[in-house]
């Protein structure tokens, strides 16, 4: 099957956007960033407070497009071994066997990820980053596409362990829902009263459209001034006096992974500045850390001290002149 051109990747974009609208009504933003995330082949985390949608964002998605799922429920007593998987001896052939855990699947829903230990937590890290498990010496490759949607619950709520900053790293972007507007919460009354919209939702892509529309991605053209002016956002995140911790060169690669993502979406075959633009407060606010005095005299009314800071440094940074298209 030949991989399809950027007007069909968008059609085809748009179709699951349209599927998953069916049960997450009013929340296209998140909606498009979770595909955006897909398509660049990257993790997301969605951060919210319990009970504004987030598992039911990941399993519409999951549900829209035909690929292998499973789910982790994490808690405080999950192990390691309940994620990644375990080897156990058989007794007919006298040797240990190797039983793949649930992260082995193409779509990996990790619910409420943040109310696993930290030991447990760090069993995603060579998952996300290599495609790949180790157990007992031995390597065993994870399938493609591999992308682990997880959600968290504020830390500051209780039973949660704040994620290290090498795995909020491998999270290409994180989004928030937010409580749905008053129109929606109410047609929610109506169309969940006998059963969840969810089940009825079917796939409309299969593995190899996905797939083939992951490599058109890939393709994407991004120009040399594009380029740089991503590389620039991620050095001034490391030179800001608020910020003690700034953009890892993991963060530009994903950056402009996932503007291509947004431009082949938008029908276009080349990255604009305006898809880094639209993408550098999901893509980038979750792997900064804030200084102390930063956080003091923060106003908090203004909303979060780190998007703000994002948004500051995308509008300090000159917007390159070169073309962006391809020549």
Known sequence: MPDPGIDEVGARAAAIVEN?????????????????????????????????????????????????????????????????????????????????????ANLVIGDEINRASPKTQSALLECMEEHQVTADGVTHRLGRPFVVVATQNPVEMEGTYPLPEAQRDRFMARISMGYPAQADELAMLSTRETASPIELVDPVVGLEELQGMIRTVSRVFTSAPVKEYAVELARATR????????????????????????????????????????????????????????????????????????????????????SARRD
């Open 20 to 104: 998953v609208e069916t049960v997450i009504s009013g929340k296209r933003d998140a909606v498009v960033a979770a595909l955006t995330v897909l398509l660049a082949e990257g993790h997301l985390l969605i951060e919210d407070v319990p009970g504004v949608g987030k598992t039911m964002l990941a399993r519409s998605l999951a549900r829209s497009v035909d690929l292998t799922v499973s789910r982790i429920q994490f808690t405080p007593d999950l192990l390691p071994s309940d994620v990644t998987g375990v080897s156990v001896f058989d007794q007919s052939s006298r040797s240990f066997t190797f039983k793949p855990g649930p992260v082995f």
């Open 239 to 322: 030179d800001d006096r608020q910020l003690r911790l700034g953009a890892s060169p993991r963060a530009t690669l994903q950056l402009v992974r996932a503007a291509k993502a947004h431009a082949a979406m938008h029908g276009r075959d080349f990255v604009l500045p305006d898809d880094i633009d639209a993408l550098a407060v999901p893509v980038l606010a979750h792997r900064l850390v804030p200084t102390s005095r930063a956080l003091g005299s923060h106003d908090h009314d203004s909303g979060p001290l780190i998007d703000a800071v994002v948004r500051r440094i995308v509008a300090d940074t000159p917007v390159p002149i070169g």
